[in-house]
């Protein structure tokens, strides 16, 4: 099993301020895909095959990396990008899930 | 547009069974690979089971595995997860999601519903 470890666990951001999250894999992955999930919602797909943003997603949101690192990067904090993000592997089964980053608004 | 609706969620004793059913809408159901992930109260996200788009090939984790079964009735675009021998730690919310390219290689999940509570207590 493919373990993903994300960090930071949590973190604080203020507005307009660059923002990385980072997901390490146990074992060299193809792609990384990465989901919001604000209170009380469902996730969202956020960003696919590393780089390719979701339907809707703004584009101040870039993914990159590859083999065991990847990274999702907010280029200017806004408001209504505080969730939690969770990393994805879909290489191998079981498919796996990272613990998830929670990104406040400082 | 599309839509996933689950349904079949409640309070179960821990080793009875419980069958979940989600109702999907807006896309063609019997061309995508369809999944079930679970997310217990304030904890992350655990992938739960898929099935193909025939039903022919079904995958699961060593968690559920010999326990739950994941099934689909395209003609109804319609998927199910029959649970069976619940324990406490299968208590959380149940999400339906759709595998976003059944074609590619590597699996995301591109529409999710918005999940039905399973409860495991006695």
């Known amino acids: 099993e493919i373990v993903l470890t994300q960090s930071p666990t949590t973190m604080a951001a203020s507005p307009g301020e660059k923002v990385t999250l980072t997901c390490r894999a146990s074992s060299s992955v193809s792609y990384m895909h990465w989901y919001q999930q604000r209170s009380g919602t469902s996730p969202k797909l956020w960003i696919y095959?590393?780089?390719k943003l979701a339907s809707g997603v703004p584009n101040r949101f870039s993914g990159s990396g590859s083999g065991t690192s990847y990274s999702l990067t907010i280029n200017s904090m806004e408001t209504e990008d505080a969730a939690t993000y969770y990393c994805?592997?879909?290489?191998?089964?079981?498919?796996?899930f990272g613990a998830g980053t929670k990104l406040e608004l400082k | 547009e599309v839509q996933l609706v689950e349904s079949g969620g409640g309070l179960v004793q821990p080793g009875r069974s419980l069958k979940l059913s989600c109702a999907a809408s807006?896309?063609?159901?019997?061309?995508?690979?369809m999944a079930w992930v679970r997310q217990a109260p304030k904890k992350g996200l655990e992938w739960v089971a898929t099935?193909?788009?025939?039903?022919?090939?079904?995958y699961y984790p060593d968690s559920v595995k010999g326990r739950f079964t994941i099934s689909r009735d395209n003609a109804k675009s319609s998927l199910y997860l029959q649970m069976n021998s619940l324990k406490s730690e299968d208590t959380a919310t149940y999400y339906c999601?759709?595998?976003?390219?059944?074609?590619?290689?590597?699996?995301?999940?591109?529409?999710w519903g918005q999940g039905v509570m399973v409860t495991v207590s006695s």
């Open positions: 095959e590393t780089s």
């Open positions: 999601a759709r595998d976003r390219d059944s074609y590619a290689q590597d699996v995301s999940f591109d529409y």
């Open positions: 807006g896309f063609t159901f019997s061309n995508y690979y």
């Open positions: 994805q592997q879909g290489s191998s089964y079981p498919h796996t």
């Open positions: 099935i193909s788009t025939s039903g022919s090939r079904t």
